[in-house]
């Protein structure tokens, strides 16, 4: 089956009680069982509720693996991959990655003992050199958040096997219509679906996939043991949204690309992150190994004060200021006060996410409306 088939068909199958062809909401948490032990598959709904079931049957088909384990939140699928772990071990993580991400290794897992370092892996030799022998898990996040750098999935996974290390990609901003890192040698998969997933900014779920058996034995253990799963309302909703993400997405990365060529030629701007822009430094791994360069820009000012962008981001209508990203509607932000404030900013600069820098998530309305609106809220600048 292809992907454009899959996001409506995969795992999916009209409810057989009743022949509905949208997946039922089982807004249940027990069933009734014939005799003790003899139910239908389903006996409490932390371990195990229908609607989930199918989201997840359908996420696995999506992201070419063969389980996948939905949670409460990106950052609830987060806390559980690093479960796997124990104390004593590290984290080996991409240094230009989700702020949230950031948060939960530092203060939630290392005072438990599970440290994390923070490292470029823009060139897999040197990223090679800092692994040590505490190190039990490579995190990956490409594209990059804010920079839109791309990691080569392949090399990096290939040296993480040569070392044994487990490997897990964030990835949430390419979503699997662009790249299906499990096709890359990655062991994990990781979704934020809040994003591209669900695609319309109403749910809060996140997701691992794997085609590791064992991998995903302990990761249900977890899910069930833990218990932060997700609601059957928003495992129907970001089920309704994958219906369209392949339209949605193909539609993003065509007015992503002609907002980037136009933030290219303005005076005012004075870098333009899109891995989609030949002058890009990983254009040619983005072509390697996505199939289309996603619907995320940045780009800062020449004058390069927190002041300027803050300019604009009043002076913008189509484009919202707010958090988050991946819906229909297109959204502005300001890493640096935004979703990176709870990066230090000495993390910040190194990385080049500067006080001007800029983050649009591009959504489906009219690409000449966005940039027009743009055009005249960057007018207010100077
Ligand atoms: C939003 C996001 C997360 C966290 O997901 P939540 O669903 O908000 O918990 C993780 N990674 C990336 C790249 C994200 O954008």
């Not at 005799?35 to 509720?49: I, L, M, V, W």
């Not at 333009?272 to 780009?299: E, N, T, W």
């Not at 006060?337 to 000495?346: A, K, N, Q, V």
């Amino acid at each position: 089956m292809k992907f454009n088939t899959k996001v409506i068909h995969a795992g999916i199958e009209p409810d057989p009680s009743t022949g509905a062809i949208m997946t039922p909401i089982f807004q249940t948490t027990t069933y009734v069982q014939a005799a003790p032990g003899d139910h239908k598959g389903y006996e409490y709904a932390r371990a195990r509720n229908p609607t989930r079931t199918v989201l997840e049957n359908n996420l696995a088909a999506l992201e070419n693996g063969t389980q996948a384990i939905a949670f409460g939140s990106g950052l609830a699928a987060l806390d559980a991959v690093i479960k796997l772990l124990k104390p004593g071990d590290e984290i080996l993580s991409t240094d230009d990655l989700y702020g949230g991400s950031f948060r939960l290794m530092k203060r939630i897992f290392e005072p438990l003992g599970i440290t994390s370092r923070f490292v470029s892996m823009l060139d897999p030799a040197v990223f090679e050199a800092q692994i040590k022998p505490e190190t039990k898990l490579i995190w990956i996040e490409t594209p990059t958040n804010p920079m839109l750098n791309i990691i080569d999935i392949e090399a990096i996974t290939g040296i993480a096997r040569k070392h044994s290390i487990m490997t897990c990609v964030d990835n949430t901003f390419a979503s699997p219509y662009l790249q299906t890192p499990l096709d890359l040698g990655a062991d994990l998969v990781l979704h934020s679906a809040t994003k591209y997933l669900g695609g319309h900014s109403d749910s809060i779920l996140g997701a691992v996939v794997t085609k590791n058996q064992e991998l995903a034995d302990r990761l249900r253990f977890i899910q069930n043991a833990s218990g932060a799963i997700p609601g059957p309302m928003d495992c129907f909703l970001i089920l309704r949204g994958i219906k369209t993400l392949h339209l949605r997405v193909q539609r993003a990365c065509e007015n992503a690309a002609q907002i980037a060529a136009w933030l290219l030629n303005h005076p005012a701007v004075a870098n333009v992150y899109y891995p989609g822009l030949p002058s890009h430094p990983s254009h040619d791994i983005a072509k390697k190994q996505m199939r289309g360069f996603g619907g995320m820009v940045s780009f800062d000012f020449k004058t390069d004060t927190t002041e300027s962008a803050h300019q604009v981001l009043k002076n913008t209508k189509l484009f919202s200021l707010a958090e988050s990203l991946g819906g229909v509607e297109s959204l502005i932000g300001h890493p640096a006060t935004m979703t990176h404030g709870s990066l230090p900013r000495e993390q910040r600069q190194k990385i080049g996410l500067t006080d001007s820098l800029i983050r649009v998530s591009v959504g489906v309305e009219d690409s000449d409306d966005l940039i027009a609106d743009l055009e005249k809220a960057f007018s207010s600048l100077n």
